[in-house]
C-alpha cells in the first residue's frame, strides 16, 4: 500500500506472512471453492478485500490498479452468507467484526429489517515508519484528516500513531 504516494518500508517477508494470514482468516469465513481460488490467484499478495454480497458474484479486489475479479461465476446465497457470519461471530454497533490479533475486520451490511445482506472481508496490513511525516502537527491541539483510497493504510497510520504516542507517554511518566 502507499501512503501520501511514499512506499511502504514492510519487508517482503512480513508483507508475504500477512497475506497468508490474511488468506488463513478468510479460510474459515469463504466457501471452500472461493478459497481454493483465492489460493491460485497469483495476485493473492495484494488481496484487498473479498466482498460477499447475497445475489452477486464472490468479488477479490487487490491493492493499486490491478482492479477486482470474480472468485466464481454462481452468486453468494442466504446459506452461505449465514455460514459465513457463524464464523464472524457478533457484529458491534457499527457492523464490523475484527480478528482478535490481527488487523483483520468484517463489515456486514444490513437490510432494513436488519438481516445481513452482504460481508466485506478486509486483509489489514501493518505499514511501520509513517509517524514521522506527521510528528510535527501532533505537537498542537488541532484535528488531522487522513484522506484516501482503501486500503492505502489511513487507518493503521492512526494505530501506530497511537502506538508510537502512548509509548512516549509511558517512557515520559506522564
Not at 13 to 39: A, C, S, V, W, Y
Not at 45 to 69: C, K, M, T, Y
Not at 83 to 99: L, S, T
Request: charged fraction near 30%.
Amino acid at each position: 500500500g502507499y501512503i501520501h504516494s511514499s512506499p511502504c518500508n514492510t519487508s517482503q517477508t512480513t508483507i508475504g506472512k500477512e497475506i497468508l494470514d490474511g488468506i488463513l482468516f478468510m479460510k474459515e469465513i469463504l466457501p471452500r471453492d472461493l478459497r481454493d481460488n483465492l489460493q491460485n490467484e497469483p495476485r493473492r499478495d495484494q488481496l484487498l478485500e473479498v466482498i460477499l454480497d447475497l445475489g452477486r458474484r464472490p468479488e477479490a479486489r487487490f491493492l493499486g490498479n490491478s482492479g477486482g475479479q470474480y472468485l466464481r461465476d454462481n452468486e453468494i446465497s442466504q446459506l452461505e452468507l449465514e455460514e459465513a457470519q457463524r464464523a464472524v461471530g457478533e457484529f458491534g454497533g457499527d457492523n464490523r467484526a475484527g480478528i482478535e490479533g490481527t488487523l483483520h475486520r468484517i463489515s456486514a451490511i444490513r437490510s432494513r429489517k436488519g438481516m445481513v445482506v452482504g460481508l466485506t472481508c478486509r486483509v489489514g496490513r501493518a505499514v511501520n515508519g509513517h509517524v514521522d511525516m506527521v510528528r510535527d502537527l501532533l505537537n498542537y491541539k488541532e484535528s488531522i484528516l487522513f484522506l484516501g483510497r482503501p486500503g492505502v493504510g489511513k487507518t493503521t497510520v492512526m494505530r501506530e500513531i497511537a502506538r508510537v504516542l502512548a509509548d512516549e507517554f509511558q517512557k515520559r511518566g506522564r
